[in-house]
């Protein structure tokens, strides 16, 4: 039962801290336009853009192609393990989930192995070592012990994956149910818990940031479209 | 104390330098005194309760500027960044790194507004901030051009330049302001423009420019100034009046319009171009020193704005004078509703100097003799500013084919500098941002090295013989720092000056 109150609150703390730093973000005004140029001239292209940004990576493959291989690796990786996961929280399974499911097992080595590309880095590039805080290695250590505890049920010692599932279907309905008695499994969901506790208090909020970064969602018309932000159409009213 | 400077050797392969920890530690520009910072409204000197003030006006700004929470928030330290900087690649100091550069004020940050950063400071790199971390910030806040290169490459678009002006917004309120920027904003303020040049001194120049060009083409080009009712009201860098190579753009500029038959005039009370309320990250300096160009713009009664070749005042005119001045749509105040009626809104407002020359070469409106300009084989400097916060024309990369094109029908030979140095990638000439002062001239020099490495290239290879630039920032800081590579200081020059040497003035045939 400690299990189902972890959950909860976990859940609770990320969706709470996503949608406090979101409309933080949403409320602060972006004063002047200042993309990154060239930059699409619409909003469609913006869209683009950004849509680029974030399934590809684009800056970063531009910026470092080994950062960027790493980070396709894991992400990738991880999406992919993501979606297998759905098959857990979901009765009956969706049709697309199912057609995941090979490829998500595998992706799970993948994510493992991106994640030690980029945590090599930090130690092998005098000036990642440089920049690297010890949150910044925690960080790679958590997701890459989540990724082999979540291997290790798969390959080494199965888990009763079917009481997992009656366990989270139990949470979604209010009703819980006990937890397959597994140290693996206590561990993997102890590492996801932590996970989505540090969310919304860390540098994961690259993930919702990207979208509010003024330099890729702004359109370059500056010259048609009049922008001002609240505080300074203020200063207009003033002088 | 002052020991010779001189430039860093090439790179024999351009490979990422190790770092070199503390390599340009201490290194600080003059300080403003009581007088400059006080003209601004900034406190005369650091005050007493520096640290509260400091952390109140970070709050603040972390309030009214997205760019800045999202950037302190989002970077994940993956190091794209780390290795695109001049200023790292130049002097391998570490906090020339953009990423180590925005995480001296990511800390503080992080200490005093995240709760990990309250709770464990260690583990999240958060840290007090000290007098120590304050003066680290008034160094290696100084040794950021603001030229925005590291945004290109990074993943979340994190751009160094906001969290530069931000730290320089905070400390001009606790009075610790640097000296050359904030003296040249007092300066636009009372005088006019960033020299300091008043008008009966303008004018001679601008009368002793009109015999030159009679003497070199035996034609009255006019350079006209305060005249009312004139088409076009142009708006160019105070360098250009007296600065080389610089006043070669300016006779350019001033031959495209007798050329292409447009009344246009200077204004002595609005005489500068620059826009250095932009390097110290204050907005209400930036729209104070718009507003004057406003109001030149407004007594007379001019059609058009045209901006002549400066790299920071095309971005801030481009990008920002809509949203400070209310040129374009959307403004509701009398003034601004008086312009927008006032100006022909046919054209661009404001038009790059660069737009309207292509424009009258295209319309051929003007004709240009590239034979003359056959003793040089010109390569192309983007400027920053252009390169990465501006536009020309319609398309998006407007910005770096216009003055490509008017180069090529200027001149016969043209070659371009590599690919990872021009257009978006452009590397900053190194003397941007408001760093363009004799006192920080160590580290111009070095951060010029990855322009010079790639001047070298086409120089050795093609015979390349000048640097042409739209910048006035750009013109004398490569005069300045080319020799010490090696290079003829005459080697820069403006993309007017080609056009200025090449086209017919007479009527045409």
């Known amino acids: ?239 | 104390m002052a020991t010779e400077i001189t430039a860093p050797p090439y790179r024999v392969i351009p490979i990422i330098p190790a770092i070199k920890p503390g390599a340009m530690e201490g290194l600080k520009p003059f300080v403003a005194n009581d007088k400059i910072q006080e003209a601004l409204g900034f406190p005369g000197e650091l005050v007493e309760d520096w640290k509260d003030r400091a952390i109140a006006k970070m709050g603040d700004l972390l309030k009214k500027y997205r760019s800045l929470k999202v950037y302190l928030d989002a970077c994940v330290h993956c190091g794209a960044c780390s290795d695109k900087c001049h200023y790292f690649i130049g002097t391998q100091d570490p906090k020339n790194m953009p990423v180590a550069r925005q995480d001296l004020m990511r800390s503080v940050y992080r200490r005093y507004f995240t709760l990990p950063g309250k709770l464990f400071p260690k583990l999240v790199g958060a840290r007090e901030l000290t007098k120590e971390v304050l003066d680290e910030w008034y160094s290696y806040y100084h040794q950021c051009s603001e030229c925005r290169r590291c945004s290109v490459f990074c993943p979340y678009g994190i751009d160094t330049a906001e969290i530069t002006m931000a730290a320089r917004e905070i400390l001009d309120s606790v009075g610790y302001g640097q000296k050359y920027s904030n003296e040249i904003i007092g300066k636009v303020n009372t005088i006019g423009n960033n020299l300091g040049l008043p008008g009966p001194a303008l004018e001679d120049t601008l009368e002793g420019l009109e015999e030159d060009v009679k003497e070199d083409t035996g034609i009255d080009v006019r350079f006209p100034l305060d005249v009312k009712g004139a088409e076009v009201l142009l708006i160019t860098p105070s360098a250009d009046f007296f600065a080389e190579p610089h006043i070669d753009s300016l006779i350019g500029y001033a031959k495209v319009f007798h050329a292409a038959g447009i009344s246009w005039t200077l204004s002595s009370m609005s005489s500068e171009a620059g826009n250095f309320g932009l390097f110290i990250g204050n907005y209400e300096q930036m729209r104070k020193i718009a507003l004057r160009i406003r109001q030149a713009a407004l007594e007379l009664g001019v059609k058009r704005i045209v901006v002549g070749e400066c790299g920071h005042a095309w971005r801030v005119a481009y990008s920002f004078w809509n949203t400070l001045t209310g040129i374009g749509d959307g403004a509701e105040d009398k003034f601004a509703l008086q312009l927008q009626k006032q100006l022909d809104q046919r054209y661009r407002q404001p038009t790059h100097i660069c737009e309207l020359t292509w424009d009258l070469i295209e319309r051929q409106a003007i004709t240009l003799d590239p034979e003359a300009n056959d003793n040089l084989i010109v390569t192309f400097h983007d400027s920053c500013n252009v390169a990465r916060g501006s536009r020309m024309g319609e398309m998006a990369g407007g910005q770096f084919e216009i003055p490509r094109s008017i180069i090529r029908a200027a001149a016969n030979h043209f070659v371009d500098m590599s690919d990872a140095t021009t257009r978006e990638k452009t590397f900053c000439c190194g003397g941007g941002g408001g760093l363009l002062t004799d006192d920080l001239m160590d580290l111009r020099v070095k951060g010029a090295l990855p322009r010079m490495e790639a001047l070298k290239e086409v120089a050795d290879r093609d015979g390349v013989n000048f640097m042409a630039t739209i910048c006035a920032i750009c013109k004398t800081q490569f005069s300045k720092v080319l020799p010490y590579y090696g290079f003829n200081m005459r080697m820069v020059g403006g993309v007017h000056q080609l056009v200025s040497n090449a086209i017919r003035l007479g009527g045409k045939e």
Request: aromatic share 14%; charged share 15%; glycine share 8%.
């Open chain 1, 1 to 239: 039962m400690i299990f189902a109150a972890l959950f909860y609150a976990a859940f609770l703390i990320l969706a709470g801290g996503l949608v406090y730093r979101i409309s933080d973000y949403l409320r602060t005004p972006a004063p002047l336009k200042i993309p990154t140029t060239p930059a699409p001239t619409t909003g469609g292209g913006v869209a683009l853009r950004m849509t680029r940004e974030v399934l590809l990576f684009e800056s970063l493959f531009k910026g470092s192609l080994w950062t960027w291989g790493f980070a396709m690796l894991f992400h990738g990786g991880l999406a992919l393990v993501l979606m297998r996961h759905l098959r857990y929280f979901t009765q009956p399974v969706w049709s697309w989930v199912d057609l995941v499911q090979p490829f998500g097992i595998y992706a799970g080595f993948v994510m493992a192995i991106g994640l030690a590309g980029l945590w090599g880095r930090r130690f092998l590039v005098d000036r990642i070592r440089y920049i690297s805080t010890p949150s910044d290695h925690l960080m790679l250590a958590l997701l890459l012990m989540i990724a082999i505890s979540g291997l290790s049920m798969k390959f080494l010692d199965h888990t009763d994956i079917i009481g997992v599932k009656a366990f989270f279907l139990g949470l979604e309905h209010f009703d819980p149910q006990p937890l397959p008695a597994s140290p693996l499994l206590y561990l993997h969901l102890s590492l996801v818990a932590s996970l989505m506790i540090i969310f919304p208090f860390s540098k994961l909020l690259h993930a919702p940031g990207v979208f509010f970064s003024p330099s890729r969602n702004q359109p370059d018309n500056p010259r048609e479209h009049r922008h001002l932000s609240p505080w300074a159409a203020k200063l207009e009213s003033e002088s």
